[in-house]
């Protein structure tokens, strides 16, 4: 299995529910932005994840520019709507004109975007399939470079990304002619080949690791690529393995940290001494549940990347400081 | 676990701000036959369902729960091996109140075939189980799981000897909206033109009966075969034909469970974690409850971060820690330190959690409360499960 994806240009990033795939997502954004590239960073449930995460105005169905990077990149936020992507799709291959309207009218295109089994995830994933063969004069095909370095597409939940992702391949087994098939096809090419990778993102716990395991399962049966998974909002250790073990045990020596503390000044009450200890405990079995988690990651022979838990929650800076974090570990190179 | 015993965390204290929501007089109420457990993905929804069956069962109310769920969380923190469409009864629980405790989780693919089979005439239903569209339609139609969700629970309501108490675990929606907006969407689409669009050449046998549509439906019937090509729209057009004669009962039944949610045996618990975006996401759904007039309990919020040590500010921490650890003292000098730091952010991570669960109260101040302490371990098993319900009802 490689783990070089210098090859990828959709990056797509999946993660539990609370595991913070939208803020990974943006900060791998950022990370490929650097060194002057142009990276669309785009989402499909419409959360407004990425105007939220770039405190920027919520974002329409125009790609936008949300932030620069310091090497003259750029990122540009979409937030992939499928009723607009469905009429766009429309007006490019078919020239609809009046019949566009009358779709509508008919509730053909509600049908096809709220009900219709599969069109509303291929439209989604259609729009993003389309801005990356996409050129800088706006054509889709030529010698023009590619209006995007890199594509960073914050995907459905693990529950449904197996789905989400497979859902051309279905649509083409259903449509076995005709342009939906074609379209279909060229899509689960384009994710099946070494250009696309998938990395999740999970919380050194029981159930996001779980859930992660099986979707790098399930991703690996259906012919896609795994590139990383990403630890988020990890928290080091305030103990040594040694003292750890003591404090487990319930045997952190009492009289010892209490001298330390009274010479440190603290009024030391045996409820502050007992609760201290009672918090230390917790943690050593709280360390202990992640470094499980973390060895059942490494068993998928995937690279995991860590990035630290922020006190603060997230803000445009906090981004930029786990982008870098995604930089240093070498994961964008 | 006496209450003397146990320290008060500090964290739960953020419920002064809200009025407390009183979970074991929300279970104790004979009157309420389906709690339904709503918020976004990974807020604990599925262990709060599963906490409340367990401790409502052991309270003596018999007890079924509804989870809708790929990821079989709630048959870990069950104990069950397989949950398969079908109540099964929960191994271990004290029975010695009178109750019980069943739990399913929904298989969407099984309940729409049941659905057909059981409303569909026989011939007519091994036609729609056979079509491709039905097939896919089944197993990944956007909104199948809301649609499945709403008829099981009319299922289960239909056994009401079996159960006194229903608590369903909403799906794992784009939006915890969907679940609401199922029937809904079924009716509008159910009522359009559109479907008659779908339905009327298969109706009236061929092209024919078109001609009374007038011009404006052959062109989107024209657009359509060039877009889906003839053959897919073929089988859209036998399924929804062969679909038409039972999708009424099916949605009425939709209706009809649509009705009892926003009955006075229904509570709605919004569910969420402490951060931004779980709260943000919570304070939508409590808007559009209200907005929709469903009977809504209140908001629990799960995973506070526990501070055991009472009365040590996380600077007066830190500024001591660092006086510590410089590097020369013993080793019982940088455990005090690392214990000290430790602290320091358990505060601040509590008092952050506390900040913005009461901006949520600020914004609905009426909107009962309740706080639950996180765990130092994960829960998977019935005993956590107790202590989650200890905590709810704190």
């Known amino acids: 299995m490689t783990t070089d994806w210098t090859n990828a240009r959709l990056h797509i990033v999946t993660g539990k529910g609370g595991t913070g795939k939208t803020t990974v997502a943006a900060a791998l954004a950022v990370a490929l932005a650097s060194n002057g590239r142009r990276v669309l960073l785009s989402e499909v449930e419409g959360r407004q994840g990425i105007s939220q995460t770039f405190d920027v105005p919520p974002l329409g169905t125009e790609e936008t520019r949300v932030a620069r990077t310091a090497g003259g990149g750029e990122i540009v936020g979409l937030s992939v709507d499928a009723k607009a992507a469905l009429m766009e799709y429309l007006q490019l291959f078919y020239k609809l004109g009046r019949a566009g309207k009358l779709l509508e009218k008919f509730g053909a295109i509600d049908f096809a975007t709220t009900i219709a089994p599969g069109v509303r995830d291929v439209l989604l994933i259609g729009k993003i399939y389309e801005a990356g063969r996409r050129r800088k004069d706006g054509k889709h095909r030529g010698a023009s470079p590619a209006a995007y370095d890199a594509i960073v597409l914050d995907a459905p939940p693990t529950g449904r990304i197996g789905r989400f992702l497979s859902v051309n391949s279905e649509v083409a087994d259903l449509a076995r002619v005709g342009p939906i098939h074609s379209q279909a096809g060229s899509i689960t090419t384009m994710l099946e080949s070494d250009g696309t990778v998938v990395h999740i993102v999970t919380l050194l716990e029981e159930m996001p690791v779980q859930e992660t395991v099986e979707a790098v399962h399930d991703l690996r049966e259906k012919g896609l690529h795994v590139g990383a998974i990403i630890v988020n909002m990890v928290r080091p250790p305030y103990l040594d393995d040694a003292a750890l073990d003591q404090a487990r045990a319930g045997r952190l020596h009492k009289p010892s940290i209490s001298t330390q503390l009274s010479e440190a000044g603290v009024k030391v009450t045996p409820d502050l001494l007992d609760g201290l200890l009672d918090e230390a405990q917790n943690h050593a079995l709280r360390v202990d549940l992640e470094r499980e988690q973390l060895a059942i990651l490494e068993e998928t022979g995937l690279p995991i990347y860590q990035l630290p838990a922020l006190p603060d929650g997230i803000d445009p800076g906090e981004v930029r400081e786990l982008a870098d974090a995604l930089i240093e570990q070498g994961m964008v190179k | ?394």
């Not at chain 2, 262990?47 to 989870?67: F, I």
């Open chain 2, 1 to 394: 676990m006496t209450a003397a015993a146990q320290p008060q965390p500090s964290g739960t204290r953020a419920s002064q701000a809200a009025p407390r929501l009183d979970i074991d007089a929300l279970i104790g109420d004979r009157a309420i036959g389906i709690i339904v457990c709503c918020g976004s993905g990974g807020v604990g929804k599925t262990t709060t369902a599963a906490a409340l069956g367990l401790r409502a069962a052991e309270q003596g109310r018999r007890v079924v729960v509804l989870t809708i769920d790929p990821a079989r969380r709630l048959a870990q923190s069950l104990g069950l091996t397989e949950l398969d469409n079908t109540p099964r009864p929960v191994q271990g629980i004290d029975t010695s109140a009178g109750g019980s405790l069943d739990a399913m989780m929904l298989d969407m693919k099984r309940t729409f075939d049941e659905v057909v089979l059981a409303h569909a005439e026989p011939g007519k239903a091994q036609q729609i189980l056979a079509n491709p569209f039905y097939q896919a339609v089944s197993s990944s139609f956007a909104g199948t799981q809301e649609y499945m969700a709403m008829e099981k629970l009319g299922q289960l309501k239909q056994s009401a000897d079996r159960w006194d108490l229903i608590i369903v675990d909403t799906p794992p929606s784009r939006s915890a909206l969907d679940f609401l907006d199922a029937p809904n969407r079924l009716g509008s689409f159910l009522d359009g033109r559109f479907i008659r669009l779908l339905t009327a050449p298969a109706k009236a046998s061929g092209r024919a009966g078109l001609k009374v549509f007038g011009i404006g439906i052959q062109m989107v019937s024209g657009v359509m075969t060039k877009i889906l090509g003839g053959q897919m729209l073929h089988d859209v057009q036998t399924f929804v034909a062969a679909l038409d004669t039972m999708f009424g009962g099916f949605r009425e039944r939709a209706d009809k469970t649509y009705r009892l949610l926003s009955e006075d045996e229904t509570a709605f618990l919004v569910v969420a974690s402490p951060e931004r975006d779980a709260l943000r996401e919570a304070s939508y759904f409590v808007d559009r409850l209200e907005a929709d007039g469903m009977p809504l309990s209140g908001l629990v919020v799960n995973r506070i971060g526990r501070v055991v040590a009472p009365g040590l500010s996380p600077s007066r921490a830190l500024a001591m820690a660092e006086s510590l650890d410089d590097g020369t003292g013993p080793r019982s000098a940088t455990n005090a330190a690392g214990v000290l730091r430790l602290h320091a952010t358990l505060v601040r991570q509590a008092e952050r959690q506390r900040e913005l669960a009461e901006r949520f109260s600020r914004g609905h101040p009426e909107i009962p409360v309740a706080y639950v302490p996180a765990l130092s371990q994960d829960v998977h098993d019935l005993e956590s499960l107790r202590e989650v319900g200890d905590a709810l009802a704190e």
